[in-house]
């Protein structure tokens, strides 16, 4: 079958809005973008013009692109939301270096506070404080918020729980626009529920209540000749369609994507190209992650009726191996994963006469009898060489008739055990798309991985420069309190608690970690 290229798939890309990814020969992601039209988006890269030609990063990029994929979104919005999720994910080169990677605005309610308010934030921590959003047009948020603040009187004041002072330097009671319950105006409970009031509406509860209201009170001004009344209405009714428009939330750690081929269908047909009797609906890949020595790492994610599985994702640091040998990696973390499923399957003794140790699993996992379900295919990112390698310890274990197949990065190549031609589908093809998505969230789950290890080494690397410290104490200390963070917040006492630590040295320890 001949192969598509780009610009052909481009033709028959569709009037819609979404998110595309370029990529690169070797299947490498090197952009993320979004469009509210995606065929006419794309024509600036497969029919570009000259003045987009005259800008030498995008002339790169066009020449550097190979293949492509896209998603489609139900608006705008919702493209906007999951291009910063994908950049965040996946950190393109070209995107770097471009300057598109951004972060959208959240709405924060502070945590423990007599009454409550709204703050813009960009960053969403861990602290307790509940969170709106993210939404994809700033401005509109922002005079949406002033808005609400208005209509149901909040307070924007700083204070965490204003009282007396505060309000003699309280500029919104002034014109009227806060409630001021820290004086006591309104009850503590009237200014709880119009706060849950407006709450509910950023959640999406009373919208067309609200936007009707907007309506008509527009209307109305318009009937007295009120124009600027009314256009302020309209710019305020605006602002909130924009903010409230219904969008999923593609949160971090999420892999879960909207895609433009359907899962099932992609399944079926990789099912009938590669040659097996059913459809793959388990599908678990590998991939070697050895960005540096220090940590070579691997991942395995789990696809279920064509969809990532992500409570099923694992990840493995490298033991045996020493240097970047993905060879040898590839050979351990098969071998890792698979002996723990047959050491939890209680029943694999049980095996029948005849029957094979893979059809067995098979079918105590059909029964419900095993805790975790062998997979249909095994995808392992790589040729010939780590395909072998996999093969080689799934026949130690007894589990030679599992499907297995390499993905070659470089022409998108399926290698099959023990055959020396490969299998090369078509790129516009679902399945193959298919196999695409599972290989790059493989990878980039274990990059993910390496990367968490790389800043766990750098934290901890600062107790290197604390004078008076030995490794024996850095690995005593971080053995007691995990991270430096814990070690910074302990006292002197609990430090000198481990042996071989004095009091004097635990204080001046302390002492230099906080002034560092």
């Known amino acids: 079958m001949p192969e598509s290229s780009p610009k052909d798939l481009w033709r028959k890309t569709p009037h819609s809005p979404g998110v595309y990814i370029m990529k690169d020969s070797m299947g490498g992601i090197i952009y993320v973008g979004k469009a509210r039209d995606l065929k006419r988006r794309l024509a600036n890269y497969f029919s570009p013009s000259s003045a987009t030609l005259s800008n030498h990063k995008t002339r790169a990029l066009i020449h550097a692109i190979a293949s492509f994929d896209y998603y489609e979104t139900r608006n705008e919005q919702e493209a906007l939301l999951l291009e910063s999720k994908l950049i965040k994910d996946y950190r393109p080169r070209y995107n770097i270096q471009m300057k598109d990677d951004k972060r959208y605005p959240l709405i924060r309610v502070p945590k423990g506070e007599n009454f409550p308010r709204f703050q813009l934030t960009r960053l ?6 509940r969170y709106f959003g993210p939404f994809a047009h700033a401005n509109a948020l922002s005079e949406t918020i002033e808005w609400l603040n208005r209509k149901f009187g909040l307070r924007i004041c700083k204070a965490r729980n204003p009282g007396e002072n505060e309000f003699r330097h309280c500029h919104a009671d002034i014109i009227r626009n806060c409630s001021a319950p820290c004086i006591g105006r309104i009850t503590k409970e009237d200014y709880a529920e ?12 009373g919208r067309k209540a609200i936007l009707d209201e907007l309506e008509q009170e527009m209307m109305e001004a318009s009937d007295q000749l009120r124009f600027e009344d009314a256009a302020t209405l ?4 605006d602002n909130l369609v924009k903010t409230l428009e219904p969008a999923r939330r593609f949160m971090k750690g999420s892999p879960d994507l909207p895609g433009t081929v359907k899962p099932r269908e992609d399944m079926e047909e990789l099912g009938r190209l590669l040659g097996m009797d059913h459809p793959p609906e388990i599908m678990e890949c590998f991939d070697i992650s050895n960005v540096s020595s220090n940590h070579i790492v691997a991942s395995m994610v789990r696809f279920t009726h064509g969809r990532p599985d992500n409570q099923a994702y694992r990840r493995y640091r490298i033991k045996s191996v020493e240097g970047q040998n993905d060879f040898a990696s590839m050979s351990e973390v098969i071998r890792r994963r698979y002996s723990r499923i047959l050491g939890e399957s209680q029943a694999i003794h049980q095996c029948p006469d005849g029957m094979s140790l893979y059809a067995w699993l098979k079918q105590l996992g059909a029964e419900g009898k095993a805790p975790i379900k062998v997979p249909d295919l095994v995808v392992v990112d790589g040729g010939k060489g780590q395909l072998s390698n996999a093969l080689r310890e799934l026949e130690r274990i007894g589990l030679q008739d599992m499907p297995v197949v390499g ?3 470089q022409r998108e190549e399926i290698f099959f055990p ?3 031609e490969p299998l090369t589908i078509s790129h516009d093809r679902g399945a193959l798309k298919l196999m695409q998505r599972i290989r790059d969230e493989s990878h980039r789950f274990a990059n993910k991985y390496n990367e968490l290890l790389l800043r766990k080494r750098m934290r901890e690397s600062i107790l290197d420069d604390c004078p008076g410290m030995t490794p024996h104490r850095k690995q005593m200390l971080l053995e007691h309190f995990g991270t430096v963070a814990k070690l910074k917040k302990a006292d002197a006492e609990e430090i000198a608690s481990i042996k071989g630590i004095s009091k004097n040295w635990a204080a001046s320890l302390l002492t230099w970690l906080r002034s560092n």
């Open 124 to 129: 969403r921590r861990d602290d307790g404080a």
């Open 194 to 205: 119009r706060f849950q009031t407006a709450a509910s509406l950023l959640e999406g509860t």
């Open 407 to 409: 993905l070659a990065k």
């Open 418 to 420: 023990h055959q020396s």
């Open 234 to 237: 309209r710019d305020i009714r």
